[in-house]
């Protein structure tokens, strides 16, 4: 029987920090990630395969941090765990002892039972697969009308990569507005001007009823009777975590359908860690179940994972998920970290919004200045950040890392407005009006008022 | 005479900021904001006149935010103070009599008094004032040879923008290297070799003995004995606060010549405070007197200082400068915040360092993808972040405004191994070896042993 200290389940972004950051801490130890895949792709990455890269060779993670810091790789597939042995058997028939175990199991494409149609040929879905993508891209070549159905943050990227490809893309959106869960409306009104102004048709507050054709894609039926044209169709309506595996194992899920972990990220069995998409997700503020899944998420909790494998530290936790994210349409920058003012006031919290309009370098005649709106949803009372969004040029992520920080360390309006930052024509914008402290500015008027 | 409540002698970014924030605060109170010039250059953009804008025109602060905030404006000058009388005197002759009174008289290029033929034709300082600026910009034209002295931030950006136009620019620094008060010697070596690769001649560790010519300028003298041809000189050896109208009314100045002020930047006297490049001081870490002159640092002081103005608020307090910036040479940034390494040794702290070399979109495939470099400065046993150093892309400056923050609020390298960071292929590194928290981890295994 094969044996190792600690065995981690999946080679995507959170496998791959839990093993990294595990035997940084724990060098002594042996650690191993075993994984289906050959090559491991890129997940953000990935709807730029279709557009940006030239092809999906362009987005391979690399084995080079798992091997220069010493974690064996294997490819192939746990089918079993036994926790009492504390064994994994696998497909291709080992048996695998281990001390501490780690599900980094990731997350699968949402394909809706009762949606007609999905098993037609050109129907897609963005797998997490360098094959499957590799197999997309071929059949996508002769092919010019594409509809997306669903318009979150990878419908859209898919779709506006598709787009900068040639194609003819139509994005059916149920809810009233794309990003719809991640941003507030009027940010998202903003990226579906831009959208279409790049040529994507947008159809918002449609429900598709039927994907027809026959044998492959012929067009998607709307529930308004309206039909479409298609020769592709990418669904992208959501993840869903893999856990079949933990759950065959005796491991508890949540009633999302989670691995069920603590804030040191361990399943009911200590010596059983959960991380990244397949883990249970709690919000940081609302404290609420989760079903948010970002890699940047997954990361932070392989992090504290992989430190409190063997030494638990109550410093290192992971306290909830500020769902901090950002996406590009074009040349825009768009970014969220924590709660949305909808979302907020959903939960209950009394909230004051401030919103400023700046931009990013400075003065705005600098070349290449691109607008920057910077929102602060604040709670009322306590005076604590709660959540931001950010549409801005090139700094829109950092500058959204920085909203992050604030939430996170429950910084209040008045460090805002005394903070010290940078500033550079080129790199930012004015620091006479830098919309970060702007925006907290105009919260305090409001608070005053 | 003439009344107001709260006068604001000078206009660029920090008595504007004042004015406004004040006025903000106070609406019920009277604002005058008194400047000599009749428009206000924003000082930050100046290098940038001389390339990348198309004069002095695209580089004006512009006087909305004052009007719209409700500031009055006069063009005058304010040549005597009468503390007991609380009354102002202007070179027009008027008398304004006021209750708060904030200097933000700004600083002044430094023209060394040992230096012969600082007198000559064609020999410039950065003057922040416009008609001087075009005066400038009109005798450049038909020079081609200009060599400036002093490879500070100005004296780059204003090499850096020269040579954008085609001339032949010569930087003489006396340090051992260009930028060598503001980075470690590792990151001005870096921005040495692009500006070299931009065509900008270097030499450092080279004094200038004398600027020669007869009437004009033809050249400059090292103290080696060379000869460097010259048909312009830029001077940029630094700048002093304009602080005689404040000595001249008795307020006390500081050792080296700065208003000496407290931490809600008010002179000795509680009804006049002073902010900006003519105000003392201290940095955040060391809490030595400092000589950083910065037009983002000047502004938070004057949002402090116009808050504090009629009440004062012991959150909203100046706690020393952690001289924050950020400077681009071509397409690369440059930032630091708080300490060097070099500074810290010398001050007497136990540091260790820990510097990441990442990319700043991920994959690196990404087109558009800038080499990411993260130096992180931290003390040894207490593990808060002293300071930081960045070359990047388009995205330094908030990154650099990230490591600010992180200083500030004195947060651990553990809050930065446990952050929540959002990650985007366009925006970012990537979620799996993020330079900031890498830079972390590589701090934390040298704290291990």
Chains 1, 2 share one sequence.
């Not at 609420?288 to 970002?294: A, D, E, F, T, Y």
């Not at 990361?299 to 909830?320: D, P, Q, V």
Request: aromatic fraction near 6%; include cysteine; glycine fraction near 12%.
């Amino acid at each position: 029987m094969e044996k190792t200290d600690v065995l981690v389940i999946g080679g995507s972004a959170a496998g791959l920090v839990a093993a990294v950051a595990g035997k940084a801490t724990y060098p002594e130890k042996a650690f191993t990630l075993i994984r289906k895949e050959k090559q491991a792709v890129v997940p953000c990455g990935i709807p730029y395969i279709f557009g940006s890269l030239r092809g999906s060779d362009e987005d391979i993670m690399g084995d080079d941090p798992l091997t220069q810091a010493g974690v064996d790789i294997k490819v192939d597939e746990v089918i079993a765990v036994d926790q009492k042995e504390k064994v994994c058997k696998t497909r291709n028939g080992s048996d695998i002892a281990f001390d501490k175990l780690v599900f980094a199991t990731g997350s699968t494409p949402v394909i809706p039972k009762w949606l007609k149609g999905t098993d037609l040929d050109n129907v897609f879905t963005i797998l997490k697969d360098k094959e499957y993508i590799d197999s997309i891209l071929a059949k996508m070549e002769g092919l010019k009308k594409v509809v997306t159905i669903g318009g979150g943050f990878i419908g859209v990227e898919v779709s506006d990569e598709l787009n900068k490809r040639g194609k003819d893309v139509t994005i059916v959106e149920l809810l009233p507005h794309i990003l719809g869960l991640a941003f507030d409306e009027e940010i998202t009104i903003e990226a579906e001007k831009i959208l279409r102004s790049r040529g994507v048709r947008i159809m918002t507050g449609q429900g598709v009823k039927e994907i027809l054709g026959n044998g492959r894609v012929s067009g998607v039926l709307l529930n308004s009777g309206e039909k479409i044209d298609a020769d592709a169709v990418v669904l992208s309506v959501g993840y869903r975590p893999n856990t079949a595996l933990a759950s065959g194992a005796g491991l508890d899920l949540n009633d999302r359908g989670f691995i069920r972990v603590d804030e040191y990220m361990r399943t009911q069995n200590p010596d059983i860690f959960a991380v990244g998409d397949c883990a249970e997700k709690r919000d940081f503020i609302t404290r609420r179940p989760s079903g948010v899944m970002l890699a940047s998420t997954g990361c932070a909790e392989a992090r504290i994972a992989g430190m409190n494998l063997y030494k638990l530290s109550t410093i290192k936790t992971f306290n909830g998920t500020i769902a901090i994210f950002c996406t590009a349409i074009g040349e825009t920058g768009f970014g969220a970290a924590g709660l949305t003012e909808t979302i907020a006031k959903r939960e209950g919290f009394d909230v004051i919004t401030g919103t400023f309009e700046g931009f990013d370098k400075h003065p705005s005649t600098m070349p290449g200045t691109h607008k920057l709106v910077i929102k602060l949803i604040v709670g009322r009372e306590l005076g604590a950040v709660l959540g931001g969004e950010v549409i801005g040029g090139a700094s829109t992520g950092e500058l959204t890392n920085i909203l992050g920080l604030i939430i996170q360390k429950r910084l209040s309006i008045d460090s805002m407005l005394t903070a010290q930052i940078g500033t550079h024509p080129m790199l930012t914008g004015t620091p006479t009006a830098y919309s970060l402290i702007q925006a907290a500015e105009v919260i305090l008027r409001k608070q005053k008022g």
